[in-house]
DNA sequence: GGCATCGATGTCGTATGCCC
DNA sequence: GGGCATACGACATCGATGCC
């Protein structure tokens, strides 16, 4: 580390992982370390002026960001105006609303259950069902599956466990390598059909996969 | 340590506006 | 005034991570 830090040094690599970073999620800290491995430096000294560095260069994209999309959002404005003013009573009533479906939810739980998308079995690939073992499941069940094949075959990478390695069996169901874990679930999409769907269309054994590849 | 967030899913309930 | 149409939030689930 050398004694003559000087921030502007930084803000070009600050500006360009920004301009391609998503602003509602990146974070100092993940800019920070992005920057320290670029320069292999630590910035633990002058954590505080690389962090405001970072903070201000962050702000001013914001703001041109705001400003280009503030024409497209007057525009939409006008559309919605309608839609706005509904959605501004809806908030009005919010707090009364989710009291009032609290209190249905706690009377016809068990029937919001029965009836609830999640609780609803569905047909399973045939890659999936080579994973999980069952032709027919609830979504969150096939995930519960899943994550527990994943943890007694190891599969997680031990550096980011957000990252999975895929095996045979998980290649041939994400046709990738690795997957992130949240990647997984819209991946599982593919594989998961209605009840009616399969009944109708998967007699044949037809890949209904194709349609979502990238 | 505990809570929120992320991401997908489909249905249901609620609120409001509009038309007859 | 009643009924229909529309819009939108809530619901449940999973595990890892980040933040407070």
């Known amino acids: 580390m050398s004694d003559n830090y000087n921030p502007e040094e930084y803000i070009p690599t600050i500006d360009a992982i920004l301009s391609v970073a998503n602003l509602e999620k990146v974070s100092v800290k993940k800019i920070r370390n992005a920057i320290q491995e670029l320069f292999e430096i630590n910035f633990q ?3 505080k002026e690389i962090n405001e560095a970072i903070l201000e260069r962050y702000y001013k994209l914001l703001e041109e960001r705001e400003n280009e999309a503030r024409d497209e959002e ?11 003013v509904k959605a501004v009573r809806l908030q009005k009533n919010k707090p009364k609303q989710s009291k009032s479906r609290r209190t249905k939810s706690d009377e016809k739980s068990s029937e919001r259950r029965a009836n609830n998308a999640f609780f609803q079995e569905k047909n399973v690939s045939p890659e999936l069902q080579a994973i999980i073992g069952v032709e027919k499941c609830s979504r969150p069940q096939i995930v519960k599956q899943l994550w527990a094949y994943i943890k007694d075959n190891n599969l997680q990478n031990p550096e980011d466990k957000r990252k999975i390695n895929c ?38 054994s037809t890949p209904v996969i194709e349609e979502t590849t990238e």
């Not at 007057?74 to 706005?84: C, S």
């Not at 679930?185 to 769907?197: G, P, Q, R, Y």
């Open 74 to 84: 007057e525009r939409a404005k006008v559309v919605k105006k309608e839609n706005a």
């Open 45 to 47: 000294p002058y954590k």
């Open 167 to 204: 095996d045979e069996k998980l290649q041939t169901l994400f046709k990738k390598q690795s997957v992130g874990a949240f990647e997984m679930n819209k991946l599982l999409s593919s594989h998961i059909f209605a009840s009616e769907e399969k009944g109708s269309e998967t007699t044949e």
